[in-house]
């Protein structure tokens, strides 16, 4: 029997606040919501470990721990820090997994500061506008 494909999701700031922070924006749902949504649509397909920080430093940590660990790969949700954090695109370049960087909404459409993502230059991937299935199909992506 194979093992699952495992998969660690990183959530950055603002994101805990899914569902009552811009909802015309982000949508109604909650982060908890959308992490139900993604795993009863993956269940039996990959093991789906979640991580929220409104903190860079914590990020770049649990980031950093990746590189001893065995992981398929990283989704990334860095929020504000994409346009910000040179400390989570360093740490980004240390691994040796996909890292697949997902925004709910589609920055693009939105203020130009939003448009410039550092953290983009160490994604394997970037998905956005997608609302609730930025997740699910981020993740799917690698199991295809």
Not at 27 to 50: D, F, P, R
Not at 78 to 85: E, R
Request: contains cysteine; neutral net charge.
């Amino acid at each position: 029997m194979t093992s699952l494909k495992k998969f660690l999701i990183i959530n950055g700031p603002n994101l805990n606040m899914l569902g009552a922070r811009e909802p015309e924006i982000y949508g109604s749902l909650s982060l908890q919501e959308i992490i139900k949504y993604t795993e009863n649509n993956l269940a039996g397909k990959c093991e789906c470990v979640w991580y929220q920080s409104n903190i860079e430093g914590e990020i770049v940590t649990r980031i950093q721990e990746l590189t001893k660990q065995d992981y398929s790969g990283l989704v990334i949700n860095p929020g504000a820090y994409s346009h910000t954090s040179v400390a989570i695109l360093d740490a980004l370049h240390m691994l040796k997994i996909p890292v697949i960087e997902v925004h709910l909404s589609n920055t693009h459409r939105r203020e130009e500061f939003r448009q410039t993502k550092l953290t983009a230059k160490a994604s394997t991937i970037i998905m956005e506008g997608l609302g609730k299935n930025a997740y699910l199909m981020a993740i799917q992506s690698q199991l295809l």
